[in-house]
């Protein structure tokens, strides 16, 4: 699966961040990094804001171009999607996007799903506190002049009031999650109940992040800079003026060693645990069915930015063919002998075949006749069974040049 990004090579790149709302500083601090100024321009052009657009959303597309997942890119134009809609608004949900769709790779998506995973959508338990105010509208038109009793309120799913109303909530929902000031009020007001003892023992010395974190439980697409500014205010209101002792380091108390009994024991050094990858150095690599995480960037200097990664569907066709095997190639060219840095190759090549039941190809590269010789061939034949190896089969790349001419052809 290819994706291109139609970027205009002539457009100025300070200019372009600059419009999307980057201060000038930060503008130039991007166009110093090549690789993150072709994401950002891709980005940009992919949004379709390159006349610009307001900071905020500007932000969140920087950061889409330097955190976005590399495994899922065939994605990132629909999460655009939801940024320039306003659907996706705040930093936290644009995290949320990101933890899925690292999460599902390159595969295809329920978009209902990434809703839910991003604070898109609301959930029928959360509809209570929208209820209330589209009533309202509900039993001020003509044709519904009589009020429904507030226990109707929770059952929007059960009974549907009339079309008009359902698409007044449809349209709502559509904006995203929005918690309230008066939610966000109530939530930091029950964490400060719940560890009001230890904030009068610690005063200051509190641990903010700590309160930000179990309000972000209770609450995760509130607006953090609300939360922080509440959380400071109740701070302030519980503990008044900062004093100097506030500000004093706490005195550590020093813990009384213990008595040494002296123990005529014999000691016995016990080796350190081996860690997983010693135990099996071949546990780093992914197994053939992960291979759809597998992708590639290339940049151009006057072109769009190629990028390819395997589809779910070519994986499917690759591991029926293969049986689900791990094939692999050690690929030395016959231009001399063979050194130590070649029997570390031979170890992870040969090595992860056999350890996987797969097969390992001796692959020669011969595409270079001025420097190879039959002398060469010999060796390194006898040197790979010398170490301990059996090739599965012994290939030549000049046995696939026209393959290679017409693949080349086709690229161009």
């Given at each position: 699966?290819?994706?291109?990004?139609?970027?205009?090579?002539?457009?100025?790149?300070?200019?372009?961040?600059?419009?999307?709302?980057?201060?000038?500083?930060?503008?130039?601090?991007?166009?110093?990094?090549?690789?993150?100024?072709?994401?950002?321009?891709?980005?940009?052009?992919?949004?379709?804001?390159?006349?610009?657009?307001?900071?905020?959303?500007?932000?969140?597309?920087?950061?889409?171009?330097?955190?976005?997942?590399?495994?899922?890119?065939?994605?990132?134009?629909?999460?655009?999607?939801?940024?320039i809609s306003s659907k996706i608004k705040t930093p936290v949900?644009?995290?949320?996007?990101?933890?899925?769709?690292?999460?599902?790779?390159?595969?295809?998506?329920?978009?209902?799903?990434?809703?839910?995973?991003?604070?898109?959508?609301?959930?029928?338990?959360?509809?209570?506190?929208?209820?209330?105010?589209?009533?309202?509208?509900?039993?001020?038109?003509?044709?519904?002049?009589?009020?429904?009793?507030?226990?109707?309120?929770?059952?929007?799913?059960?009974?549907?009031?009339?079309?008009?109303?359902?698409?007044?909530?449809?349209?709502?929902?559509?904006?995203?999650?929005?918690?309230?000031?008066?939610?966000?009020?109530?939530?930091?007001?029950?964490?400060?109940?719940?560890?009001?003892?230890?904030?009068?023992?610690?005063?200051?010395?509190?641990?903010?992040?700590?309160?930000?974190?179990?309000?972000?439980?209770?609450?995760?697409?509130a607006d953090p800079k609300i939360v922080k500014q509440l959380?400071?205010?109740?701070?302030?209101?519980?503990?008044?003026?900062?004093?100097?002792?506030?500000?004093?380091?706490?005195?550590?108390?020093?813990?009384?060693?213990?008595?040494?009994?002296?123990?005529?024991?014999?000691?016995?050094?016990?080796?350190?645990?081996?860690?997983?990858?010693?135990?099996?150095?071949?546990?780093?690599?992914?197994?053939?069915?992960?291979?759809?995480?597998?992708?590639?960037?290339?940049?151009?200097?006057?072109?769009?930015?190629?990028?390819?990664?395997?589809?779910?569907?070519?994986?499917?066709?690759?591991?029926?063919?293969?049986?689900?095997?791990?094939?692999?190639?050690?690929?030395?060219?016959?231009?001399?002998?063979?050194?130590?840095?070649?029997?570390?190759?031979?170890?992870?090549?040969?090595?992860?075949?056999?350890?996987?039941?797969?097969?390992?190809?001796?692959?020669?590269?011969?595409?270079?006749?001025?420097?190879?010789?039959?002398?060469?061939?010999?060796?390194?034949?006898?040197?790979?069974?010398?170490?301990?190896?059996?090739?599965?089969?012994?290939?030549?790349?000049?046995?696939?040049?026209?393959?290679?001419?017409?693949?080349?052809?086709?690229?161009?």
């Amino acid at each position: 699966m290819v994706v291109k990004d139609e970027n205009s090579g002539s457009e100025n790149p300070l200019h372009l961040f600059l419009k999307i709302g980057l201060d000038e500083r930060t503008a130039k601090n991007t166009i110093a990094n090549n690789k993150v100024t072709a994401n950002l321009t891709a980005v940009i052009h992919e949004a379709a804001v390159t006349d610009g657009c307001d900071r905020s959303t500007g932000n969140l597309l920087y950061t889409v171009a330097t955190k976005f997942p590399a495994t899922a890119l065939v994605h990132r134009p629909k999460l655009l999607e939801y940024i320039i809609s306003s659907k996706i608004k705040t930093p936290v949900q644009l995290e949320a996007a990101f933890s899925f769709f690292a999460t599902i790779g390159s595969e295809n998506f329920e978009i209902n799903e990434f809703e839910e995973a991003c604070g898109v959508v609301l959930q029928f338990a959360q509809l209570d506190n929208f209820l209330p105010r589209f009533v309202f509208v509900y039993i001020d038109t003509p044709n519904h002049p009589t009020p429904l009793p507030p226990q109707c309120y929770g059952l929007l799913s059960l009974i549907i009031f009339s079309q008009e109303l359902w698409q007044l909530v449809q349209f709502d929902l559509q904006t995203g999650v929005e918690v309230s000031l008066k939610d966000i009020e109530r939530t930091v007001t029950e964490i400060f109940e719940e560890h009001r003892n230890a904030i009068m023992e610690q005063r200051y010395r509190t641990n903010v992040g700590e309160l930000f974190g179990h309000v972000r439980k209770k609450q995760p697409w509130a607006d953090p800079k609300i939360v922080k500014q509440l959380i400071d205010a109740n701070l302030y209101a519980l503990l008044g003026e900062r004093t100097a002792a506030d500000d004093e380091k706490p005195v550590k108390k020093k813990k009384e060693k213990p008595v040494k009994v002296e123990e005529h024991t014999n000691v016995v050094d016990t080796p350190p645990k081996p860690s997983e990858e010693e135990l099996n150095p071949f546990s780093i690599f992914p197994s053939p069915e992960e291979n759809y995480k597998v992708h590639t960037e290339i940049f151009f200097s006057d072109r769009p930015v190629l990028r390819a990664c395997n589809s779910r569907e070519t994986l499917e066709k690759h591991l029926k063919v293969t049986g689900g095997k791990a094939f692999t190639r050690f690929p030395p060219e016959p231009n001399g002998y063979l050194h130590i840095g070649h029997a570390k190759a031979m170890f992870v090549d040969f090595g992860l075949a056999k350890e996987r039941g797969g097969c390992c190809y001796l692959r020669y590269d011969d595409t270079n006749p001025e420097a190879e010789k039959k002398e060469y061939i010999d060796h390194i034949e006898e040197i790979v069974k010398w170490m301990g190896w059996e090739p599965f089969k012994i290939t030549y790349t000049s046995d696939y040049f026209q393959d290679l001419y017409e693949l080349a052809v086709e690229l161009i």
